[in-house]
Each structure stands twice: as C-alpha cells, then as structure tokens.
C-alpha cells in the first residue's frame, strides 16, 4: 500500500529566506511558488518524486522540525562537512567527542550528519550502509563501524 514518502511542510519565518537557502544552498528545484498564500515547493531529488513545502508563518507558530535528504554515501564521508561549512552550516552529530565528522547509526545501519536551516528546523544528510544492522554498538564513528564490520 504505502510505498514511500511524497512530501513534507515546513513553517518558516522568512519565505525569501528560506527559498534562498533551499535553492541556493541546498540546490532544491524550486516547482512552484504562490505569492498569495506565502507558498512554495520545491523537487527533491527527481522532479515528481518527493516534494517539500515551505510555508510563511509567523515566527509563534514555528514549530521545529526534523527531517533527512537522502545522499550517496561518499558525499556524506568526503564532502558533506565541507559543504555545510563552506555555507556557513555548523554540522553536527551524536557522538560526543567534539568532532563534525558523520556518524554511524548501526541499528539500520545508515552515515549521517545534521545541519539546521534558517528557522532552526534539524536537517540532516543520510545515507544507507551496505552490511547487517549492529543495533548493540548504538551511535559510531564510520572508522569504528568499519573496525566492527571488518571482524565478523
């Protein structure tokens, strides 16, 4: 029945804002926008395939929310952390050891970074990794998640 997500809605304070920032810094494909009603919508990925709306709000009815881009696994390890500093973006992660390299989630297993939009909305890059889900090792680093792969 269910075979994926189509879209998602997301309040924002400033629509130019945050049209600047999910064409301009993120590459979205901006698919329509409605001056009256303080719309858009943006492609992501393959036009058609998956969509997110931005919605102008004032700033008491923001709400924050969290959701993840799906990328390619190098982009996450080799570029992803560039990316978001060169755009002024602090990534971040769960690992607690001061660092903004990816991490690993090995309950599924999948690489991933956060990063924030102008609303503070959390978002966050991902990507599925090949191999069994390891849910005992919790959050890694992808070293440790190779080291731990590597001995089985």
């Not at 494909?29 to 969509?51: D, N, Q, S, T, Y």
């Not at 297993?109 to 102008?118: C, E, T």
Request: charged share 25%; glycine share 6%; aromatic share 16%.
């Amino acid at each position: 029945m269910i075979k994926g997500l189509y879209e998602t809605h997301l309040f924002v304070e400033n629509l130019e804002t945050s049209i600047d920032f999910y064409k301009n810094v993120l590459q979205l494909k901006l698919c329509h926008f409605e001056e009256e009603r303080r719309v858009a919508f943006f492609w992501i990925g393959k036009p058609k395939e998956a969509m997110l709306g931005l919605w102008e709000k004032p700033k008491s009815e923001i709400e924050k929310r969290h959701f993840a881009f799906r990328c390619d696994k190098e982009f996450i390890l080799n570029q992803s952390t560039d990316f978001l500093n060169e755009h002024g973006l602090k990534p971040y992660n769960f690992l607690n050891n001061g660092t903004d390299m990816p991490m690993v989630f090995a309950w599924m297993p999948a690489i991933a970074i956060y990063f924030s939009d102008p609303d503070g909305h959390y978002l966050e890059f991902i990507a599925i990794l090949d191999g069994e889900a390891k849910p005992e090792l919790g959050i890694v680093s992808y070293e440790e998640w190779i080291n731990k792969n590597s001995i089985t």
